[in-house]
């Protein structure tokens, strides 16, 4: 939904005539596939991302078939309603090469950076920051990252090298901050620019005068930081000239009523997780719809997961260690308890984005969504024969319902695609063994 | 040959500890970069509640910044303001802004009142963005920053009719400020020798030892040149001294070096630990924060002695878990645990005992571990991947012992080598569940906490914090840190002449932290600065620039 | 009486999780240097309040005839047209239905000058917790008490309890009715409810032949577990103000069961739907099964009808409506089931037999006068307030 594009279209329809009443909503001005608007401009396509800790148990979670017609092992059973609206990648590999090994940190380091670090710093920023700044950086906020960890630290998304994006973590804070008294509600009947916002964007004009003085001095190396801050500050003042201007309304934003202080229950039990997560999920899930950012990470717990089986004296992350193989079932059964309520945390997380509608399709048709987590078999904390899902159509650009054997080759195959998917021009993505310009094209239409 | 590879670097590592550290870290930072800092959660409430008062309501979480060398203070010289950052300064900034010139605070926030309060009044808005602005951006502000300021509130009274409200919208800017939330030191040069200014050198004192950006009379003393002669610096360090905000930087600094941030995602299986509750988990951090500024600062006393005091504060709740009395239960009251108590310094504190636990048993691998952090500066690797840990468990109902069990684990060569370091302390602190509870036994059996820290050996946790206290790696790591988080960065091997006369002097004060930090605050390495890309950033000659601003 | 080392142990090893013995730890190592131990000491607060009973989930068995009517059941039976209900809250200016007196006597206030209409069905059943009260074996009458029928404890034995029969088959009191759940509501949150029971003088914890035992009134409000009961092993002050709550009494310890003397008149404050009164227990007895983090019993004694009547008319009949009672009939009940302290002048009984279920977590019991005992050890510095 370009800003231009939009306008034009508002201005061929209603003839250029003063705009004073509610307006028709979105879909009336889709064209009659309501996959593009009436000028053709396609329906923008948003990424997303969802991370889980500690891998899985392959006898219980990688289907024995490929292809089409892949059954769903036990672990992964909440996802077979959803078959044919996700992927699922198996047999991946996180090259360490020679760097150093950091348990529950160098596998998704290298999922989202394509590069092993060395350090507990990043070599980059994360590959979602690079898809919005291609795609997101006119919205109100150019990403949103969120957590059901109830921990602002448990973020995969960095902006640079060292600097995680805060996660949202509280859902009261989080809808205070999406749809409280500052929500440009699209679909509002009355518009009137606030004063307010005018004369705060005149404060941080000013405010932003200073930086000369500060960037001199500092080095080179501190410059790069203050940069940042600055294009900070410049989409803060991009968020006051949105609040400006008339938003234009979208059938499908339609936030819902706020959570209250008592929902907000710290802790780590299971169930407190799952129903942190329902709620961060249809708050992310409505921010997109009402386009409030086209960049959303979520993440269901920390990669050391410390998520607790109420009763059961180990959380997720001992778990993986110290229980031992079932010899009936084959794997560990109450870890495997543990990766199943990520999975329907998961298949949650997907269905919230199908179940809403727009155009002809559902929103999730114009998403990609990756989810990745940050080991292959949760007992041995092996970076090898990981597990990725994607979900979403793309737009149209990305095949679903496919069970894909990677046959050992990097996670850096996922980053990339994903990268061209979004339309981010790159020729290759990851360093050392993880260095790839191949394409997962089995997924790709 | 996998597993030789880990036990070797894993016992190398420690054993090389401090060298190779410093090795590494020399490689990394060049030992006077003085890099900007951005402002952390502490230091922004310390900061404005200076200058704001305490009934004004402060924001409770920026975003968290990462922890480097052990210490969030360092990650402070490298944090960016993401977008998601931004927005919680922007948020924290609005809603202060909103409080300040609330009516119930306005009237004693303000130097002056508005001719009306539906009109801008320059006169009066000058005058407090002058106070203000001197404060926040540790400067009197320029002519140019204060013509700026008015005007804007200005306008903004006018198009909001309201005069408080255009001072609200101007200060909720200022609190985005670069100017203010980055700390970047200005230089010069004075007989040649790259220096701090004098403004600098009160900001590096404040945040040191009051964790807050400097109070007017410190300002005063940088603007009067006498914070650049010795008298001046050794008035302006003994006042800091005395102050009660003195607490603030040592509690501060602790907190940082106890890594107490965990404390908001600490949370217990209430099936196992009922008692365990939200207020537990806060009184217990709050225990020993108080504890460490009771000793060191109020009471001046032996560093190595918050190992062994039995002195501390307990509130009914945390008496609850200790099993104790208290005769106050609605307030926190002093206490003091007998002689022969079990408990008895820091490690044995609920909130040691309880953070590096699971959430529903003891570890004596992670309280291990965090004794060699935090309190030796030793690393401890993390656990190598790839070991089929269920090979070791065995559930075998005869093993009821963490040492047991840990016995079975160690029979892997990959895994010993750590294990070796970390768990005969940790299992000195089993006699305490994993809430800091005492227990007599476990599943039944005896529980035996012996063990060794180098050469010292110990039957139980008293003992353990005794070996801990005596031991000459523990004053020397507090030096280590405390230098590291005065020069917002990680010391290295450039440091050592640094680093071995503040520990001598740290030894000869009888390990008063107040000395160390004296010592610190005095000497001309904390001043130091490095020329930034071949330059100093004020030239000698700038430094008459007609400045604007209250001097009292 | 010495804690030996065995004792000791055991005891320790009787320490749960997140709980406390009251004992302090800090006094038990004393005991192994050689000095002669002191008894350990149990400190317990009250954390819940049923009245006792063979209660049922649907009532079915105790009440056959199903639940009493209430005071708007009893007003319509009384005035039946709506045209003379109409007249009569009019004329009384009251829209409750209180005033149904021949001359506008309120219900609640004079029960003597109502009498209600429809029939009021005391509790059935024959076994509850409980003593007995009056010595016999079959409740016949004695030169005290009045005759009534006995209930049999588990073991058999004939108890006392006909507080059961009036109230066993009113809604607001049984178990999840109004009035329980209004104490049980209350207990936690109103310190008027603080009853703190401390045991002195235990040798053994399962079989002791005398133990002292103080009841007093406490200060400090008790705090939910993560577990939906309440946190055991805080520190709870007498409250020393109110003398004449505390309350001493001597006891024995039988199977790991406090069981208690009788105590001529055992008062303690409690509310009940936001009225705050003293119950007075009369010939009360304590029986308390210990557990490792509390004790969980009851309590059994007589209670004179008059004051019995009026604390609950106060809490209970002015929400007649919402408590589905009808205080006449409860008035009623209460003099037909009185079984104690029978009035030689007109043979009636004018107190009544009953039991209510307690539980209690431990608490560490402390006491202002000691205060500067335990200053001693408390280090210099004075006390805040907490943040």
């Known amino acids: 939904m370009n800003g231009l594009s939009r306008r034009r279209v508002l201005r061929g329809v209603l003839n250029g005539g003063a705009v004073t009443v509610g307006l028709p909503l979105l879909n009336y001005y889709l064209n009659g596939n309501g996959t593009a608007f009436a000028d053709g401009t396609p329906l923008p396509v948003r990424f997303g991302t969802w991370s889980w800790g500690l891998g899985m148990s392959p006898a219980a979670f990688v289907p024995k078939k490929t292809g089409k017609d892949f059954e769903f092992p036990e672990e992964i059973e909440a996802l077979a309603p959803l078959r044919d609206k996700i992927n699922l990648l198996t047999n991946i590999t996180a090259f360490r090469d020679n760097s150093q090994l950091m348990c529950h940190f160098t596998g998704w380091a290298i999922s989202r950076t394509g590069n092993a670090p060395n350090s507990r710093n990043l070599s980059s920023e994360t590959y979602d920051i690079k898809i919005a700044n291609q795609i997101s950086r006119s919205r109100r906020f150019k990403t949103l990252t969120a957590n059901a960890a109830a921990d602002a630290r448990v973020s995969f998304s960095y902006e640079d090298p060292n600097t995680p994006n805060p996660a949202e973590y509280s859902p009261v804070l989080f809808y205070s901050r999406l749809f409280g008294p500052e929500f440009p509600n699209p679909n509002a009947k009355e518009f009137k620019p606030s004063p307010r916002a005018m004369s705060r964007k005149s404060v941080l004009s000013a405010v932003m005068q200073e930086m000369d003085a500060v960037n001199k001095r500092v080095g080179a190396e501190d410059r790069a930081r203050l940069d940042q801050y600055f294009t900070g500050l410049r989409h803060l003042e991009h968020q006051f000239d949105q609040q400006l201007t008339k938003p234009e309304p979208i059938a499908a934003c339609n936030p819902p009523a706020a959570p209250k202080d008592s929902d907000m229950k710290l802790g780590n039990e299971s169930p407190l997780v799952i129903q942190r997560h329902k709620m961060m999920t249809d708050l992310l899930a409505m921010a997109v719809a009402c386009d409030q950012t086209r960049v959303i990470n979520m993440a269901y717990c920390a990669m050391l997961s410390n998520t607790i089986k109420p009763g059961y004296e180990k959380p997720h992350h001992t778990t993986t260690h110290e229980e031992p193989i079932d010899e009936k079932l084959g794997y560990q059964p109450n870890c495997s308890w543990f990766t199943r309520r990520c999975m329907e945390g998961f298949a949650s997380y997907v269905q919230a984005f199908a179940n809403i509608k727009e155009g002809d399709g559902t929103l999730l048709d114009n998403m990609l969504i990756v989810a990745d987590t940050d080991h292959g078999v949760a007992r041995l904390h092996s970076l090898d024969g990981m597990p990725v899902f994607t979900a979403g159509r793309a737009g149209g650009k990305v095949k679903t319902g496919l069970h894909i054997d990677m046959k050992g080759t990097t996670i850096a195959r996922v980053g990339y695609t994903a990268l061209r998917t979004m339309g981010v021009d790159v020729q290759k993505f990851g360093d050392r063994s993880n260095t790839t310009s191949d394409l997962i094209s089995d997924i790709l239409v | 040959m996998k597993s030789k590879f880990v036990w070797l670097a894993c016992t190398v590592g420690l054993v090389l500890a401090s060298a190779t550290a410093i090795a590494q870290q020399k490689s990394e930072t060049q030992p006077a970069a003085a890099r900007a800092r951005l402002i952390t959660q502490p230091q922004y409430v310390n900061t404005l509640r200076a200058i704001f008062g305490p009934n004004v309501k402060y924001p409770s979480a920026l975003a968290p910044m990462n922890r480097v060398g052990g210490l969030v203070e360092i990650g402070a010289s490298a944090a960016v303001v993401t977008g998601g950052a931004l927005d919680r300064f922007d948020n924290g900034a609005r809603s202060i802004a909103k409080d300040v010139f609330d009516p119930s605070h306005r009237e004693y926030l303000m130097p002056c009142r508005p001719a009306s309060e539906m009109k801008p009044d320059d006169a009066c808005a000058r005058k407090f963005f002058a106070q203000v602005g001197r404060l926040l951006f540790r400067r009197a502000l320029t002519e140019k920053e204060l013509k700026a300021y008015t005007d804007i509130a200005h306008a903004s009274a006018v198009s909001l009719g309201d005069f408080y409200s255009g001072m609200s919208a101007t200060l909720s800017g200022m609190l985005v400020a670069p100017e203010f939330i980055y700390v970047a030191p200005a230089t010069e040069v004075v007989r040649g020798h790259s220096q701090l200014t004098a403004n600098a050198k009160a900001v590096r004192l404040s945040m040191l030892l009051w964790n807050s950006y400097p109070d007017s009379e410190l300002l005063t003393a940088a603007e009067n040149g006498s914070l650049n002669t010795d008298k001046g610096l050794v ?209 039944g059996a005896v529980i035996d906490t012996s063990g060794k820290l180098n050469d010292a050996s110990f039957v139980d946790a008293t003992g353990l914090e005794k070996a801990l206290h005596d031991n000459p790696s523990t004053p020397s790591c507090l030096v280590q840190r405390m230098t590291s988080y005065a020069l917002g960065r990680q010391v290295g091997a450039d440091d050592a002449s640094l680093l071995s006369d503040v520990n001598s002097k740290f030894a000869a004060s009888g390990y008063r932290v107040k000395d160390l930090l004296r010592v610190i605050a005095m000497d001309k390495t904390f001043y130091a600065a490095p020329l930034i890309d071949n330059k100093p950033t004020v030239e000698k000659a700038d430094a008459g620039t007609s400045k604007v601003g209250s001097k009292s | 009486m010495a804690l030996g080392v065995s004792s000791f142990f055991r005891f320790l090893t009787g320490l749960q999780v997140g709980t406390s013995r009251v004992a302090l730890l800090a006094a038990l190592p004393l005991a192994l240097v050689g000095t002669p131990a002191s008894a350990e000491t149990i400190g317990l607060v009250m954390t819940s309040f049923h009245l006792a009973g063979p209660f049922t989930n649907d009532g079915k068995k105790e009440c056959p005839q199903g639940l009493n009517p209430d005071n708007r059941d009893n007003f319509r039976a009384q005035y039946k047209t709506p045209e003379e209900q109409k007249e009569i809250l009019i004329k009384y200016g009251s829209t409750q239905m209180h005033y149904r007196g021949p001359n506008g006597e309120s219900d609640t206030y004079n029960p003597e000058a109502v009498k209600d209409l429809l029939p009021y069905y005391d509790g059935l059943g024959t076994v509850s917790v409980g003593v007995n009260l009056d010595s016999t074996k079959d409740g016949q009458a004695t030169d005290k008490t009045c005759k009534h029928a006995k209930f049999a404890n588990e073991s058999g034995d004939a108890v006392d309890n006909q507080l059961f029969r009036v109230f066993g088959c009113v809604k607001a009191l049984r178990p999840q009715g109004l009035y329980d759940s209004f104490i049980t509501m209350e207990i936690p949150q109103l310190v008027v409810n603080r009853w703190l029971v401390e045991i002195t003088g235990v040798d053994d914890r399962t079989n002791d032949n005398q133990v002292d035992v103080t009841i007093a009134h406490g200060l400090d409000e008790i705090v939910p577990d993560g577990n939906g009961g309440f946190v055991a092993g805080r520190s709870q002050r007498v409250d020393e103000k109110a003398a004449s709550y505390i309350q001493h009494t001597k006891g024995r310890i039988v199977n790991g069961v406090l069981i208690t003397d009788p105590m001529p008149e055992l008062r303690i404050t409690g509310s009940g739907i936001i009225e705050v009164f003293e119950r007075r227990f009369k010939d009360a007895r304590l029986q308390l099964k210990l557990t490792p983090t509390g004790a969980t019993g009851f309590v059994a004694a007589y209670h004179d009808v008059q004051r019995f009547y009026r604390f609950h008319a106060k809490s209970l009949g002015l929400h007649g409506v919402a408590a589905n009672v009808s205080m006449p009939s409860i008035y009623a009940s209460l003099l037909r089931n009185a079984d104690g302290d029978k009035d030689p002048a007109t043979g009636q009984c004018t107190s009544i037999s009953g039991v209510y279920t307690m539980d209690f977590v431990n608490a560490n019991i402390v006491r202002q006068s000691s205060k500067k005992e335990v200053a001693e050890v408390i280090s210099k510095g004075a006390a805040t307030a907490r943040p």
Not at chain 2, 245 to 251: H, I, K, M, W, Y
Not at chain 2, 302 to 308: G, H, K, S, V
Not at chain 2, 393 to 410: F, Q
């Open chain 2, 235 to 443: 008035k302006q360090v003994d006042r800091l001294l005395a102050s009660p905000r003195l607490a603030d930087g040592v509690r501060n600094f602790f907190a940082d070096m106890l890594i107490f941030e965990s404390f908001e995602t600490l949370a217990k299986d209430a099936k196992i630990y009922p008692s365990f509750t939200t207020q537990v988990t806060n009184d217990s951090k709050e225990q020993t924060l108080r504890t460490i500024v009771s000793h060191l600062v109020d009471e001046n006393l032996d560093y190595r002695d918050i190992f062994t005091t039995r002195k501390t504060f307990l509130t009914n709740d945390l008496a609850a878990v200790y099993g104790v009395a208290i005769n106050d239960p609605d307030r926190w009251v002093p206490y003091e645990f007998p002689a022969n108590s079990r408990r008895g310094g820091l490690l044995t504190q609920i909130s040691f005992l309880a953070l590096y636990s699971h959430p529903g048993r003891s570890s004596p691998t992670r309280r291990g571990r965090a004794i060699r952090e935090i309190f030796l500066c030793q690393k401890v690797p993390d656990p190598p991947p790839n070991v089929d840990f269920s090979a070791i468990e065995n559930p075998d109902p005869t093993i009821k012992t963490a040492r047991a069990r840990l016995t079975a684990h160690s029979a892997n060569p990959v895994c010993a080598g750590c294990h070796k370091i970390t768990d005969p302390i940790g299992l000195a602190l089993e006699s305490f569940d994993g809430a800091g509870s005492y227990r007599a036994d476990e599943n």
